[in-house]
């Protein structure tokens, strides 16, 4: 499995942050040196974004462009067209790049463990209807909500069709199982951290380690 570096927000947003979210907000400037720590490595490194911000049209996909790097966008379906948010016609012009695509972040960002049977339901059938309409097609990715899962919920997801769930665990497992880890870069995220992540999850036991975190969270 590769590393994946995972994005919430950056640069400026006009909406009001959740509590504890303005960590995950990070300068542009820093935003383009984790793009210049991934770009400088030999192994393949994917790129997400959770939670469909503004910015993920304004500043991330224009940098990514540039770039040539490719990305998956998990968006929250409950939000769009909201003040902050990408609008439903951004989310179909995003999906239409080709080194582009959007997923499910579910609708109005709940910790999916939490809710009962139809809350869950709710939340994951509806986002998942909702982006398919905009983007034309079946969606098949999703990216969980603030990184949480347990049995119920991977059970779910894949009764509705996700075939590919990420986490947001940190590096890499040894297999290509459900969820698959990513790490989440806030401010405190220096260059020198993500390559010694990066470097670290490269070798067999932090992948070990992992993949029986995973499977013991995912068996609870």
């Known amino acids: 499995m590769q590393f994946i570096v995972n994005f919430h927000g950056v640069g400026n947003t006009r909406r009001t942050l959740d509590e504890g ?6 300068e542009e400037s820093h935003f383009s040196e984790m793009l210049d720590v991934v770009q400088s490595k030999d192994m393949p490194i994917a790129i997400t ?5 503004e ?5 991330a996909a224009p ?3 540039e770039r040539g790097l490719s990305a998956k966008f998990f968006v929250l379906a409950g939000k769009l067209d909201q003040t902050g948010y990408l609008t439903r016609a951004q ?10 695509t959007v997923g499910s972040h579910g609708s109005d960002h709940l910790v999916w463990p939490d809710l009962d049977d ?7 059938s509806s986002s998942r209807r909702v982006i398919g309409d905009i983007c034309g097609r079946e969606v098949y990715e999703t990216g969980l909500p603030f990184g949480r899962y347990d049995r119920k919920t991977l059970i779910s997801l894949k009764k ?3 075939r590919r769930i990420y986490s947001s665990d940190g590096g890499p497992r040894l297999f290509e199982a459900a969820p698959i880890p990513r790490f989440s870069i806030t401010r405190e ?4 951290e993500l390559e010694r992540l990066i470097g670290k999850f490269s070798r067999f036991p932090s992948r070990l380690k992992n993949e029986i975190r995973a499977t013991l969270k995912a068996f609870r």
């Open 160 to 162: 509705h069709g996700y």
């Open 63 to 65: 940098q990514l462009l």
């Open 55 to 59: 910015s993920d049209w304004t500043i």
């Open 21 to 26: 979210e303005a960590r995950y907000w990070i």
């Open 189 to 192: 995220t220096s260059t020198e």
């Open 118 to 124: 139809p809350e869950l339901e709710q939340e994951i």
């Open 91 to 100: 989310v179909a012009q995003l999906d239409r790049e080709p080194i582009f």
């Open 49 to 53: 974004f959770d939670d469909g911000n």
